[in-house]
């Protein structure tokens, strides 16, 4: 149980273009999402919390005009780098939270963004 | 706010020993903490949480000891494997904060 998928597993794309990534929980409702960066040999840096139906809440620095995120249903989140630049190239992943009385959250395995 | 932090960020212990991560947190409001591991190239893996009731919880070659008067937790790996061989993070949360923070992370290697 508590799977999460993501598609696609990496992308590599011109600078100037968005690239959409889809996070999926397979087997439960996830009423929250996480997106998170990572850089090589980094931690997690979380970039925005979604809650199903309602707007993205953005860290501190991380441009939301840039990040789009929709949340529309309780088992699909979906990140829109737009106007990708090399500076964005990462590891993207996303998190889901199983109901809201729990703080467990389990992981997709990830997108690895290259921008030429 | 909270930050996390780990002891070291690399550990290199032989196989069938045991395996001792730490972790230190910094808000005593913290209530909850959650160990993952995330291999090469994958996203992080659920090993064990703990909520501050507790001190120690034990899973399956995994236990988490949490000591909330030093602010401090670990992960101890039973025995360990070659597969064990991962980077691992520490990461916690408190009441109604929603988000986890995490530490910087420990790579574990494993001599044969």
């Known amino acids: 149980g508590a799977v999460v998928s993501q598609h696609p597993s990496w992308v590599i794309c011109k600078s100037g273009t968005s690239v959409k990534i889809e996070c999926r929980s397979l087997d439960f409702q996830a009423t929250t999402m996480f997106w998170y960066r990572q850089f090589p040999k980094q931690s997690l840096m979380l970039m925005a919390t979604?809650?199903?139906?309602?707007?993205?809440?953005?860290e501190q620095g991380v441009e939301k005009d840039k990040f789009l995120i929709n949340h529309a249903s309780l088992t699909l989140s979906t990140l829109t780098v737009t106007s990708a630049h090399p500076e964005d190239s990462s590891f993207y992943i996303c998190s889901a939270r199983m109901g809201t009385n729990t703080d467990t959250q389990y992981f997709g395995p990830g997108t690895r963004l290259t921008v030429l | 706010g909270e930050s996390v932090g780990l002891h070291l960020p690399t550990l290199s212990v032989q196989e069938g020993d045991n395996s001792i991560i730490n972790c230190a947190y910094s808000?005593?409001?913290?209530?909850?903490f959650i160990w993952y591991k995330q291999e090469s190239g994958k996203g992080p893996q659920f090993i064990i949480d703990?909520?501050?009731?507790?001190d120690k919880r034990q899973g399956q070659r995994v236990t988490v000891l949490l000591n909330k008067t030093v602010k401090h937790l670990s992960l101890q790996i039973a025995a360990t494997q070659p597969g064990d061989s991962a980077v691992y993070f520490c990461?916690?949360?408190?009441?109604?904060?929603?988000?986890?923070?995490f530490g910087q992370g420990t790579r574990l290697t494993i001599n044969p």
């Open positions: 808000n005593s409001a913290s209530d909850y």
């Open positions: 979604s809650n199903e139906g309602s707007k993205a809440t953005y």
């Open positions: 703990i909520r501050s009731n507790m």
């Open positions: 990461a916690a949360a408190y009441q109604g904060a929603q988000k986890l923070v």
